[in-house]
């Protein structure tokens, strides 16, 4: 970056004026000939060097956010939860109710996204509008707390995998009441590590490839929705009716909880776990071109999308909804995975076959291994930034980037375990409303994943330990601030050269 530049970017600046000055530093930059990425300047008034390959449309943005998203896959490995806490109401109008609150989250998400458009998504915009005094405290607990969640979705996304590959085979060598196989919990765990290093090797491929799979993923789940969403219901003989889809409580959860609206709570859990992830758009902002549009069109377009062809696979699967209990049972053939079982059922009355079924189940397995591709490639870039800033212990060793331009050492870390100045995307007036409805439904989420799911909670089969995890984020990541962090750590860091 020659000498012009520099004094560009670091012109003092101030108040509303602050933006137009930034934006007309990368116009008289390139009017002046000289070879600047806007984008490249714009991250390095943010204080940082352009170390990672730009070289995403505002398309593959969007791909790899919906694709970690990836409705498919919450949606078919979450719909136990919603048919035992709540059944048909709780999903189809539920999906309706979160909907709204997550787009609120959604759009103040990209709002943000777009005043800082780096890797480091959520941890860095905490430090900039805690304030000075909060900043370094604030960007510390909240870049732990995304890592950490980052490291149990890509544990949650396949080990579900694991478990679903493990219902397929299941079926498809006679089911549990037909001598099939049931594979053990080390068969279950071999299967998951397997799947935990093929993730990884993925995404030690250039971005070039990851991009690709990130363009699968949502051609995936898109074309994967729209031919389920035709194909169930057309094979299943014994559909409810639309009362039943629409209006059906149910509060036979066999989990010792009997009042409604706690049941109804809970199973709102449902849908926000399947609309979760579109952080992915705002943690690859420094590989994509036009960051400060295309990283906020992304994370809305992935929701909006998402939000809409969840629904409609969601009636999709409930229109082969009859039997509740039967379809909850351990005893049946599928072991008590519901929407397998209700798949196989539905092809086997149709054909006398349950090929199809399986056959269906198996495109979501594709969908939810497409899925934990996105996982360990968000996580790896939100380490990375936090490595950048000499967050994570051994920081030198995890923000280290290869000859492709690919933070390899911490994609693998990921498989082993109010001073706001708006971007070009803001919501003007209503950005501060939206921003606050948005942190009520996230404080609202928290305690509803916090809740017991069934009576008496001391049970270990069946003990809700989110508030331990939590609980143990917080104590381990302020416990260290109080200790050690808070005398050196000083939140995002400048690696620019501020004297070129």
């Not at 070289?55 to 943005?61: A, D, E, Q, R």
């Not at 309706?96 to 800082?116: D, H, K, P, Q």
């Not at 579109?278 to 377009?301: C, L, Q, W």
């Amino acid at each position: 970056m020659g000498p012009h530049i520099c004094s560009l970017a670091q012109r003092p600046t101030s108040g509303p004026n602050k933006r137009l000055a930034m934006s007309r530093s990368v116009q008289l930059a390139v009017a002046a000939g000289d070879q600047v990425d806007p984008d490249s300047l714009r991250l390095h008034q943010l204080g940082y060097k352009q170390e990672l390959k730009r070289g995403l449309s505002v398309l593959s943005n969007f791909a790899f956010s919906f694709a970690n998203i990836s409705v498919m896959m919450g949606v078919t490995t979450t719909y136990n939860t919603g048919l035992r806490y709540g059944g048909p109401v709780s999903m189809t109008l539920g999906w309706l109710v979160v909907a709204v609150f997550n787009g609120c989250v959604a759009l103040s998400m990209a709002e943000i996204c777009s005043a800082y458009p780096t890797s480091g998504g959520l941890y860095y915009w905490s430090a900039k509008l805690a304030g000075k005094e909060w900043a370094s405290l604030a960007s510390w607990v909240t870049g732990w707390f995304n890592v950490v969640g980052q490291w149990a979705a890509i544990a949650s996304v396949d080990f579900s995998l694991a478990q679903l590959l493990q219902v397929i085979i299941l079926l498809s060598t006679g089911g549990a009441n037909g001598g099939g196989y049931m594979a053990s919990k080390y068969t279950v765990l071999a299967i998951y590590a397997f799947i935990l290093i093929l993730h990884g090797i993925i995404n030690s491929l250039p971005i070039e490839w990851l991009s690709l799979f990130g363009h699968v993923g949502a051609i995936w789940n898109a074309a994967g929705i729209f031919v389920l969403t035709i194909l169930i219901p057309a094979v299943a003989k014994d559909r409810p009716n639309i009362e039943f889809v629409f209006t059906h409580l149910n509060t036979e959860n066999g989990m010792g909880i009997h009042d409604k609206a706690y049941i109804l709570a809970v199973g709102l859990l449902m849908s926000q776990y399947s609309v979760i992830g579109y952080d992915t758009s705002a943690h690859m902002v420094e590989e994509t071109k036009n960051a400060d549009r295309s990283g906020p069109i992304g994370i809305i377009t992935s929701v909006l999308f998402a939000t809409v062809f969840g629904w409609i696979y969601l009636l999709a699967l409930t229109s082969v909804v009859t039997d509740i209990p039967y379809l909850l049972s351990p005893s049946n053939d599928a072991g008590g995975y519901a929407i397998a079982q209700a798949l196989y059922t539905a092809f086997h009355r149709r054909y006398g076959s349950g090929v199809g079924g399986i056959v269906c189940l198996g495109a979501v397995a594709v969908a939810v291994f497409l899925c934990g591709i996105a996982c360990v490639t968000s996580n790896s870039r939100m380490a990375y930034a936090f490595s950048r800033d000499g967050a994570m212990p051994l920081s030198r060793v995890w923000y280290r980037v290869n000859k492709h331009e690919v933070p390899l050492n911490v994609v693998w870390l990921g498989v082993a375990v109010a001073s706001f100045v708006p971007g070009p995307f803001n919501l003007g007036k209503y950005g501060v409303v939206v921003g606050w409805v948005g942190v009520v439904w996230v404080a609202t989420v928290t305690v509803l994943f916090s809740l017991p799911v069934a009576y008496p909670v001391a049970n270990k089969e069946t003990f809700n330990y989110t508030p331990v995890a939590v609980g143990g984020v917080l104590l381990l990541s302020v416990g260290a601030w109080v200790l050690r962090a808070r005398f050196w750590f000083q939140g995002p860091i400048t690696n620019v050269d501020t004297h070129c």
